[in-house]
């Protein structure tokens, strides 16, 4: 009887082994599965340059050069100038490089600037992941 009730808890001991087998392979097959799925996906970040937006005419690029490396007074007055002329996004990544110059001097004016230039930015715009980084900033 005794034989009968060890080789009984043997059987249990092995049959609850297995079980335990059986999940943890599961678990370690839906782990897989997922790092899988995750190595599979590239991320989309591209890092965006202002000079490759479109929008700004080429026979504005050497002035609008020379209005930024003259600081904010003169950049304002080329934006207010050939502001028309220029087409987003291209004019917002402008705008937003005119805000983060403008911070120190006028944060009210950049503030407003930033203000108008996120209400037209749609999220599929590629100036949209520059806006976000500097959203914490200007609001």
Same mark, same amino acid.
């Given at each position: 009887m005794t034989?009968?009730i060890w +080789?009984?808890i043997?059987?249990?001991?092995?049959?609850?082994a297995?079980l335990?087998?059986?999940?943890w392979?599961?678990?370690?097959?839906?782990h897989? +599965?997922?790092?899988?799925n995750?190595?599979?996906?590239?991320?989309? +970040?591209?890092?965006?340059?202002?000079d490759s937006?479109s929008?700004?005419?080429?026979g504005l690029?050497?002035?609008f050069?020379?209005a930024?490396?003259?600081g904010?007074?003169?950049?304002?007055e080329w934006?207010?100038?050939?502001g028309s002329?220029i087409?987003d996004?291209r004019k917002a990544?402008i705008e937003l490089?005119?805000?983060?110059?403008?911070?120190r #001097?006028?944060?009210?004016e +950049?503030?407003s600037?930033?203000?108008s230039v996120?209400?037209r930015?749609p999220?599929?715009?590629?100036?949209?992941?520059?806006?976000k #980084?500097? #959203?914490?900033t200007f609001e």
């Open positions: 034989k009968t +080789a009984f043997i059987v249990v001991v092995l049959y609850l297995w335990l087998y059986q999940n392979a599961g678990v370690r097959d839906e897989d +599965a997922q790092v899988q995750n190595n599979n996906k590239q991320p989309v +970040a591209v890092a965006v340059n202002g937006l929008g700004l005419p080429a690029e050497t002035s050069r020379t930024k490396d003259k904010t007074t003169t950049l304002r934006l207010k100038i050939y002329q087409q996004p990544w490089e005119f805000c983060v110059a403008l911070a #001097e006028n944060p009210a +950049a503030k600037i930033f203000a996120k209400q930015t999220p599929s715009s590629p100036v949209w992941p520059r806006m #980084e500097l #959203e914490k």
